[in-house]
């Protein structure tokens, strides 16, 4: 159970944890035990047979021939954009609304990030908008599937085929999804996978890996990843550190049988939430061809900042992700590409608005039912009406009157 530090710097203990991550590893203990000792045992730390094993489990379940194991998501997007060339002088198309790692990985690769707007209802890559900010010197265009949900890619690759453009997915928030049944990690030129541990495929540490159906880039990518080896102390070009640890591999081994389980239950809790949140909260929409595996929940409120305090006193551990959009961060502002503005009102709509809810595998009823009543009071009182004490009527959820006390007891009382 986290701990939530509510602003007045009073901490509360959390009825609805924002990660559940204990929970999820209480219940592969023993396996995880068992990969660290065989890890242990075997001195093979860094790369090494466990990276190799797993970069062709995790390459067969993204419907990718090749994968890369590097030390973060972040290394994944950078050295990927490397690997294709891509450099001083390029730009990148990335949208505004996404989080840092996305425009970073940009300029660590020496090329620029043009920003473009995003979809009201998804959040996700406006390809309209995207078009509209290529210019004679854009090489690639990085679509982000962000919060679970793949980007609508027959659009995005049909503009990068007409343009010539490198597609790098942005795949940190979506292991496993998919658009139109193929995964992500096999929709466009490469893909860059995250494996922080809150992600949906998480490790116990930090950990990213490129996923491509392009062998020369797989070679690049494994070259740049270890000081720019070719064979053993053969250096064939400048290269970085950032190496997968071969524990990590292992432990992430004995997590991806699971996986898609996993992201059944978080899709059944999104379910029961729409169900029971108040109309005030405005969700995502999800597109039928492009069923999101929820890595996060986001919804929208004219101010998110007042329901996030209202939520963490009534003990359920929401926050705000994403509430400067990738323009407003003080690292990126000022950037060459500002010179061509593009309009991203969506995008800064959505950091004005976006807030998140937990959401995990491993939530129970009580903690789901909790959380819509927690949001319907917390409504409730920015509406200036007083908390009522119910939910709406739904065929999911029984009408409850639960108490403002009941919304902060203790989780064994459920």
């Known amino acids: 159970m986290i701990k939530v530090v509510e602003p007045s710097g009073r901490t509360a203990g959390s009825l609805a944890p924002l990660v559940g991550l204990s929970r999820q590893h209480a219940s592969l203990a023993d396996e995880l035990r068992g990969a660290f000792e065989r890890v242990m045992s075997s001195d093979a730390f860094v790369l090494g047979r466990e990276v190799e094993a797993f970069e062709q489990e995790f390459a067969a379940y993204s419907e990718a021939s090749e994968c890369v194991g590097v030390a973060s998501g972040t290394a994944a997007l950078t050295l990927a954009l490397i690997a294709a060339g891509i450099g001083r002088g390029d730009e ?15 300029l660590h690769a020496g090329a620029t990030p043009v920003f473009c707007d995003v979809e009201r209802d998804t959040g996700l890559i406006d390809c309209g908008s995207a078009a509209g900010a290529i210019s004679t010197r854009t090489t690639a265009i990085m679509p982000v599937h962000l919060y679970g949900q793949a980007c609508d890619m027959e659009p995005i690759n049909r503009l990068a ?13 979506a292991h496993g999804a998919s658009h139109n049944g193929r995964r992500v990690g096999s929709l466009g030129d490469a893909a860059a ?19 491509t159906s392009d062998p020369a880039l797989a070679d690049s990518v494994r070259q740049l990843r270890d000081l720019g080896q070719r064979t053993k102390g053969e250096h064939v070009r400048a290269g970085y550190n950032e190496r997968l640890d071969g524990l990590q591999a292992a432990l992430l081994r004995v997590k991806l049988p699971h996986l898609d389980d996993w992201n059944g239950a978080r899709r059944r809790h999104a ?31 004219r101010e998110p900042d007042s329901l996030v305090r209202l939520l963490h006193a009534s003990g359920i551990a929401a ?30 709509a959505w950091a004005a608005e976006e807030l998140s809810l937990p959401i995990f595998a491993e939530l129970r009823e009580p903690e789901l039912q909790r959380i819509a009543f927690a949001c319907q009071a917390a409504c409730t009182s ?31 009382d459920a």
């Open 161 to 173: 085929k007409r343009h010539g453009l490198f597609v790098l997915e942005d795949a940190a928030q």
């Open 92 to 106: 990148v198309v990335v949208p505004a609304h996404t989080f840092i790692a996305s425009a970073l990985s940009v």
């Open 319 to 348: 926050g705000r992700h994403y509430s400067r959009a990738a323009h407003q961060h003080r690292a990126l502002v000022g950037l060459p590409s500002r010179s061509r503005p593009v309009e991203l009102s969506e995008a800064e």
């Open 271 to 301: 379910r029961r939430l729409r169900a029971g949140l108040p109309n005030d909260l405005v969700t995502i929409t999800e597109r039928a061809s492009t069923p999101s595996v929820y890595h996060l929940f986001p919804v929208r409120h």
């Open 382 to 412: 920015l509406d200036g009406r007083g908390f009522r004490g119910h939910v709406r009527t739904s065929s999911m959820w029984r009408p409850d009157n639960a108490s403002p006390r009941s919304l902060t007891s203790d989780p064994a």
């Open 193 to 211: 996978f995250s494996f922080y541990p809150s992600k949906n495929l998480g490790a116990l540490g930090d950990g990213g890996a490129v996923c």
